[in-house]
Nanobody, 125 residues
Framework: QVQLVESGGGSVQPGGSLRLSCAASGFNLDSYAIGWFRQVPGKEREAVSCISSSDGRTFYTDSLKGRFTISRDYATNRVHLQINSLKPEDTAVYYC??????????????????WGQGTEVTVSS
């Protein structure tokens, strides 16, 4: 059974950093396209970043470029999302998603069949 578990969320002050992790059980993340999305209650889920399985190419939502970095950790079968210079508007539940039937990742949520339960990020002074 494919399972994804996010971790690393928490409460931080503006300007701080967090590293979110997406761990997999039941499959090897290396062969899956992975996306990170976030959602604020009452709003639509927003794409943050994704990383392809074929060539490791990464993509980011234009408005978030520069502060977010997605990466694979092959040793631990995880995908990380590093977030720097956190802003209050980054407050959301962050989800990772995986799709195994594509070589290239997507910033479209409906492209992914497997989702984690989310990890909450709160940015507040």
């Amino acid at each position: 059974q494919v399972q994804l578990v996010e971790s690393g969320g928490g409460s931080v002050q503006p300007g701080g950093s967090l590293r979110l992790s997406c761990a997999a059980s039941g499959f090897n993340l290396d062969s899956y396209a992975i996306g990170w999305f976030r959602q604020v209650p009452g709003k639509e889920r927003e794409a943050v970043s994704c990383i392809s399985s074929s060539d490791g190419r990464t993509f980011y939502t234009d408005s978030l470029k520069g502060r977010f970095t997605i990466s694979r950790d092959y040793a631990t079968n995880r995908v990380h999302l590093q977030i720097n210079s956190l802003k209050p508007e980054d407050t959301a539940v962050y989800y990772c998603a995986a799709e195994g039937f594509t070589a290239y990742c997507s910033l479209v949520a409906t492209s992914y069949h497997h989702w984690g339960q989310g990890t909450e990020v709160t940015v507040s002074s």
